[in-house]
């Protein structure tokens, strides 16, 4: 019985991963989107902040796709599966330099809470090393969440 439940929840920790890819994907075309399109006096920190972040997201969801892949899953790869499976969305094109900011805050804390869950799964399992990659990932964003809610405070 304990076999069957393994992978069941071997199974549970794939769906998790995958939805940290789509939520990463996600996530990176809408700070894509915020680094175009951030305009006024804050234009020069926010453009710059944007583009890191991006950056780092891009790292993020490809040790993500790798470590899946690494355990025999499959990430997803499209954007139809991206937006199907993450539950983050996208940015509206309307969003002004305060919105960017908090839209950011909010995705942050989605995605960290999710990570939880997978960390606690990864652990029950006794696979550590998407555990520690999870754990590293939250902990970079748990650090963005409070420079950026210290920026628009």
């Known amino acids: 019985m304990a076999k069957a439940s393994n992978k069941v929840n071997t199974t549970s920790l794939e769906q998790i991963m995958n939805r940290q ?3 990463l994907n996600v996530l ?3 700070i894509h989107n915020f680094h175009w399109y951030v305009k006024g006096e804050q234009f020069f920190s926010l453009h710059v902040k944007f583009e890191d972040l991006y ?3 891009t790292l993020q ?3 993500v796709a790798e470590r899946l892949l690494s355990i025999k899953g499959s990430p997803a790869a499209t954007m139809k599966e991206y937006l199907e499976l993450a539950t983050i969305q996208e940015a ?6 305060r919105g960017m900011v908090q839209s950011l805050i909010e995705d942050f804390a989605t995605i960290s809470e999710e990570l ?4 606690e799964l990864a652990e029950e399992i006794k696979d550590q090393p998407t555990s520690d990659m999870f ?3 939250r902990g970079d964003l748990e650090k963005h969440q409070w420079m950026l809610r210290s ?3």
């Open 92 to 97: 509206t094109g309307k969003e002004d330099t």
């Open 116 to 119: 939880t869950e997978g960390i």
């Open 28 to 30: 990176y075309v809408k």
């Open 55 to 57: 950056n780092e997201v």
């Open 135 to 137: 754990i590293k990932i």
């Open 21 to 23: 890819v789509a939520n």
């Open 151 to 153: 920026y628009v405070s």
């Open 61 to 63: 969801m490809d040790e």
